[in-house]
């Protein structure tokens, strides 16, 4: 049975490639590091992509903010794709984990998963609301296992489960025309608006970097995208 914390997954391409590996993710896609969010950078990352993920300290302006759109979205309303897979976080510092699983769980008319945990949880969270699909994972020993053996890679200093963590790992990916924000720990998924296969890197920047804009004192942001491999 999956602990309620766990050690956090690190942003580092390499662990998260052995990681989607483990669970049967085949190598043609890959994690790689986005190394700035204006135009000529984001030139640089491979085609397609298919998910981009951004790991980000939860502050005040992030919580605030969260709040303010939640009641936004709730008294406005706003589309939301019946094609979206989107999932609750319940267990602690596994929001990478869960970055991961949107990105894949979208995106499975192109990437050809092989019988594994994630095919395996996927199948089984076929028609589950977005709660039940978190408590399923807490159930998912392949895939809990994989996250607790990956979390041991790359990390000069393994944190222990109970060191305070105060980063968050969340997804934007394109789905049926619109671009959407993957966050288990909000409501519901976020429609930010008109996007594509070929626009999603840069219209997910730009959501990034409002997220910068809100936290302008800070400096720890990462973003990272699933892409084709080189």
Same mark, same amino acid.
């Given at each position: 049975?999956?602990?309620?914390?766990?050690?956090?997954?690190?942003?580092?391409?390499?662990? +998260?490639? $052995?990681?989607?590996? *483990?669970?049967?993710?085949?190598? *043609?896609w890959n994690i790689v590091d986005v190394m700035g969010l204006d135009p000529e950078t984001l030139s640089w990352v %491979?085609?397609? @992509?298919?998910?981009?993920?951004? +790991?980000?300290?939860?502050?005040? =302006? &992030?919580?605030?903010? *969260? *709040?303010?759109?939640?009641?936004? #979205? +709730?008294? $406005?309303?706003?589309? @939301? !794709?019946? /094609?979206?897979? &989107?999932m609750k976080q319940n267990i602690s510092n596994a929001c990478g984990t869960i970055a991961l699983v949107? !990105? @894949?769980?979208? /995106?499975?008319? #192109? #990437?050809?998963? !092989?019988?594994?945990?994630?095919?395996?949880?996927?199948?089984?969270a076929k028609g589950l609301d977005a709660t039940a699909r978190g408590k399923l994972l807490e159930k998912s020993e392949g895939i809990i296992n994989a996250h607790k053996e990956l979390a041991q890679e790359g990390q000069t200093n393994t944190p222990s489960a109970e060191d305070p963590v105060n980063h968050h790992f969340i997804s934007f990916v394109h789905?049926?025309?619109?671009? &959407?924000?993957?966050?288990?720990?909000?409501?519901?998924?976020?429609?930010?608006? %008109?996007? !594509?296969?070929?626009? +999603?890197?840069?219209?997910?920047a730009k959501i990034c970097k409002e997220f910068m804009a809100r936290d302008p004192n800070e400096v720890?942001?990462?973003? #990272? =995208?699933l892409v084709a491999s080189d």
């Open positions: 049975m999956a602990t309620e914390t766990l050690v956090p997954l690190e942003s580092n391409p390499d662990v +998260l490639n $052995k990681f989607l590996q *483990k669970l049967g993710v085949p190598n *043609k %491979p085609r397609p @992509v298919l998910s981009v993920m951004l +790991l980000f300290p939860i502050s005040d =302006a &992030y919580e605030n903010h *969260k *709040k303010t759109e939640e009641n936004e #979205i +709730l008294s $406005k309303g706003q589309e @939301v !794709s019946g /094609n979206i897979f &989107y949107h !990105s @894949v769980a979208n /995106n499975t008319d #192109i #990437i050809e998963l !092989s019988d594994g945990h994630m095919q395996k949880f996927l199948n089984e789905k049926d025309g619109a671009l &959407y924000e993957l966050d288990g720990r909000k409501a519901f998924p976020v429609n930010h608006g %008109p996007t !594509s296969q070929e626009t +999603l890197l840069e219209d997910a720890r942001f990462t973003v #990272i =995208a």
